[in-house]
């Protein structure tokens, strides 16, 4: 991931978006994010475009399954997509259901065949700068295997963010779980238990692949100071929730909430 260059917010517009939290009523039992007809409650971001902009309609809704698909694309040229939901939450689990399918799209990076992401405790879309490839967050890293080799899902990457593991602060982008490999276009169902800025958890099948606590802001990346809050806690207790394109067409046919706590709002 580039660095990306620092700009001048308003302090006040920050605050905002990283502090503010209406008092909403709890939903009660699981809360569909996704509701297999449109992508109503969902905004687009790609890099180099404005917000809002679904560009190329790579994300779309199909035989009720949301999409990530690059037919339209001749060829991928490092433009980033992210999904955000309207809603910013703290304490919550997240359940998914993905699969990856097709072939990745032309000069896609390798990196990214099979690779999408659940990004959780994220920046607001409106806080994105324009050609920002990736949300400041914590990525829950969902990778399908190549046929032969070992891949492991549900692992973890940093952008613009560290954890604690094991008793460690953890600064290196990327971090292995414990899952098993899966290959081909079988569905997946994982879970991600989000408890503020204390403890993240990662599920696949209903098996706990891996955990983190203190979840924060990296003060070696750009956007740092910009995103810090005015109290000066760096640790992550909300964000946003959004799904990827990084090149390679994906389904979701599920993408629903448990509540743990009061929702935050839309921050806007």
């Not at 990856?100 to 700068?129: C, D």
């Not at 982008?173 to 098993?180: A, G, P």
Request: net charge negative; charged share 25%.
């Amino acid at each position: 991931m580039k660095n990306q260059p620092i700009y001048l917010i308003p302090v006040i517009i920050i605050t905002i978006f990283f502090t503010s939290c209406t008092s909403q009523k709890k939903e009660e039992g699981w809360v569909q994010l996704f509701n297999g007809k449109n992508l109503d409650g969902w905004t687009a971001k790609f890099t180099g475009h404005e917000l809002g902009e679904n560009i190329k309609n790579t994300f779309r809704v199909e035989d009720k399954l949301l999409k990530v698909r690059y037919d339209n694309w001749e060829e991928f040229g490092q433009v980033f997509g992210h999904l955000f939901y309207k809603d910013v939450y703290s304490h919550y689990k997240l359940r998914v259901e993905y699969r990856f399918v097709g072939e990745q799209v032309n000069k896609g990076p390798g990196w990214a065949y099979r690779n999408n992401g659940l990004m959780v405790h994220g920046q607001t879309p409106e806080s994105i700068e324009l050609d920002q490839d990736f949300p400041v967050s914590i990525e829950v890293q969902l990778l399908g295997g190549d046929g032969t080799n070992e891949r492991t899902t549900m692992n973890l990457c940093t952008p613009g963010t560290n954890v604690v593991m094991d008793g460690e602060l953890k600064e290196q982008h990327c971090m292995t779980s414990n899952s098993e490999t899966y290959h081909g276009d079988q569905w997946i169902t994982v879970e991600v238990e989000v408890k503020g800025g204390e403890v993240i958890k990662h599920f696949v099948n209903g098996v706990k692949v891996m955990s983190y606590e203190k979840p924060q802001l990296d003060p070696r990346d750009p956007s740092y100071d910009k995103l810090l809050p005015a109290d000066g806690d760096k640790i992550l207790t909300k964000g946003t929730i959004s799904i990827q394109a990084e090149s390679h067409p994906t389904d979701f046919r599920k993408i629903e909430l448990l509540n743990l706590g009061e929702t935050c709002g839309d921050g806007e």
